[in-house]
């Protein structure tokens, strides 16, 4: 699952200089970003338990009146007192008929057969201790 996404031969004293330069293209790329509190704004909409891991859908602000909906994936033990690394999960690019409930499924759900076996990686993740 991360092969694709760890550079080799690098050392943890290259990487100031490696996220200067990605920051730099992101940055470009996308413009200045938009004023935004520092503090960010969301509720729990609701709970649920799957994969023996607990489950936050969550209504968050993206800006001023705009809003977001995501679902955070906790491993067991995480808490405000017990606080885990997390992980950005995108959703959506494997197959657009279940966009971002995808990456939370362990089975094949499309059409009985989708997508790469490891497409639960926000379950994979969390069962390994991360917030996803």
């Known amino acids: 699952m991360f092969h694709d996404v760890v550079l080799q031969d690098t050392r943890p004293e290259d990487w100031p200089e490696i996220r200067a330069r990605i920051r730099q293209r ?35 602000e993206v800006l001023p009146d705009e809003y977001g909906l995501a679902v955070i994936v906790l491993p067991k033990g995480a808490s405000a007192a017990n ?9 959506g690019t494997y197959g657009w008929k279940h966009g971002k409930w995808g ?26 201790g991360f917030a996803t």
Request: hydrophobic fraction near 40%.
């Open 83 to 91: 606080p885990v690394h997390a992980v950005v999960v995108c959703h």
């Open 26 to 60: 992101v940055m470009l790329s996308m413009g200045k970003a938009p004023e935004v509190s520092a503090e960010p704004r969301f509720e729990v909409v609701s709970e649920y338990e799957a994969y023996g891991l607990k489950h936050q859908k969550i209504r968050y």
């Open 103 to 128: 990456p939370l499924c362990l089975e094949r759900l499309i059409d009985g057969g989708w997508g790469p076996a490891d497409c639960g990686y926000s379950i994979e993740l969390a069962q390994r």
